[in-house]
């Protein structure tokens, strides 16, 4: 399962850290942060079969800055919305980080289904992408096996997430994809200082009920 997890916990950092998994091996998330405040996770190196650091329920004012990714699923906020009561997640900032070969750059991730959970005033800045699937998303419509969420809509209502400064490649054409919730849009979505290519040429991006401005 994961390699490290910090539960219900204030105030710890995590520094220098190198975890390696294959990149065939399921669930082997590098850092999971759940259900805490003020974490730090710094200068590390993860390469792993799942998520490089996955932020879950009730964690709040995480810092995350200079961490190598790759392979693996990338920075992932969530699953969120798994159950109806839910804590939300907010001040997150993922700053300074290298994506290389990984499914996902930065992910955010709601079930699709009913909950009162939320995300909110997350900053990814200064970030590289090399050769990833899918550098930006927003995934509110996550449902696994396709058990026990079709036709429902995630009621994880996401609201003020910041994108700055994010270049690199994309190994898709769909470099920016926010599909976000029908009952509940992403509002404040900002995005300033993207470049991001696919084959050398500038990539698309694909949004979804998200509201917001590029700059």
């Known amino acids: 399962m994961f390699h490290i997890v910090i539960n219900e916990c204030q105030n710890v950092k995590v520094q220098g850290v190198k975890i390696m998994a294959s ?6 998330d590098g850092i999971h ?16 079969g799942d ?4 932020i879950g329920p009730g964690t709040t004012n995480t810092w995350v800055q200079n961490v190598a990714c790759g392979p693996g699923h990338g920075i992932s906020i969530g699953s969120l919305g798994k159950d109806l ?15 290389t070969g990984t499914d996902n750059g930065v ?18 800045q200064h970030l590289v992408m090399n050769n990833v699937q899918n550098p930006i998303i927003i995934d509110q419509n996550y449902c696994p ?3 026990n969420c079709p036709g429902q809509v995630s009621g994880v209502k ?3 997430v910041t994108y700055l400064d994010i270049h690199g490649s994309s190994a898709t054409e769909i470099a920016v994809k926010f599909d976000c919730s029908k009952k509940y849009p992403c509002t404040g979505i900002k995005l ?6 696919y084959k050398n040429q500038p990539a698309e991006a694909s949004c979804n009920n998200a509201g917001g401005a590029c700059l």
């Open 23 to 28: 990149v065939e091996s399921p669930n082997t």
């Open 33 to 48: 942060v759940q259900a805490s405040s003020g974490v730090t996770i710094l200068n590390s190196k993860i390469s792993t």
């Open 51 to 54: 998520d490089c650091v996955s």
């Open 85 to 99: 009561q839910e804590s939300g997640v907010q001040n997150v900032t993922v700053k300074g980080a290298t994506f």
């Open 107 to 124: 992910r955010i991730k709601t079930w699709g289904r009913p909950s009162n959970g939320f995300a909110r005033n997350i900053v990814f």
């Open 145 to 147: 096996d396709n058990n």
């Open 158 to 160: 996401i609201s003020g």
């Open 192 to 197: 300033e200082g993207i470049n991001l290519t």
